[in-house]
């Protein structure tokens, strides 16, 4: 039907075909969060390394953002205990993309792991030097559908809430100095059996 503009270079035929396949992708990026937080699957806790997980994870990070420092400490030894690999995981994925999201210039993003004392908690923690989060946003922070991006659905943050709280953990935000935030994961502590 349109022979003379299928044969242009950045035609506007292509950009429109371009702009439909981005729509299409950013659709289904969205179906699949919105999926995800509709069927939350059960925990499957099972002996596992915290620390490993967190390296492998801040690895893929450290070579798709070169200007972004990204460190990964383990403040006390912390022994294989129990919990879900892959919703943890995907805890950390989510934290770490909104970390990214707020340093478009750059910046540091830390992940810290330790063994409380008493050995009846685990904390993870993840700190960025962005720009940080307000007193009120802080407050709806963990809500479905709240979201500060442009493009953001609300539901990763509401995602790590969910299986922290399958986890019976707890997660809390709080500033970082001089600036940013820093997100605490805190894991009960169950040792292999």
């Known amino acids: ?82 919990f879900d690999y892959e919703q943890i995981k995907r805890s950390l994925i989510n934290l770490l993309d909104n970390a990214v999201a707020v340093l478009p210039s750059g910046g540091t993003i830390d992940v810290e792991i330790s063994l409380d004392p008493e050995l009846e908690n685990v904390f993870l923690k993840v700190s960025d030097n962005g720009p940080g989060i307000s007193k009120e946003n802080k407050q709806k922070l963990f809500e479905p559908y709240f979201s500060t991006k442009k493009t953001g659905t609300g539901l990763g943050l509401a995602i790590v809430s969910t299986i922290i709280s399958d986890h019976n953990g707890y997660i809390r935000v709080q500033d970082n100095t001089p600036s940013g935030s820093i997100f605490i994961i805190e894991l009960p502590f169950l040792p292999q059996e």
């Open 1 to 82: 039907r349109y022979p003379d503009i299928l044969e242009e270079s950045n035609s506007v035929f292509d950009q429109c075909t371009n702009t439909i396949i981005t729509q299409v992708d950013e659709l289904k990026r969205l179906v699949s969060e919105f999926s995800q937080f509709a069927r939350m699957p059960k925990v499957q806790k099972a002996p596992a390394n915290l620390i490993m997980l967190a390296k492998d994870t801040l690895f893929l990070y450290q070579e798709a953002h070169k200007n972004i420092t990204f460190n990964c400490y383990e403040k006390t030894p912390v022994p294989v205990f129990s």
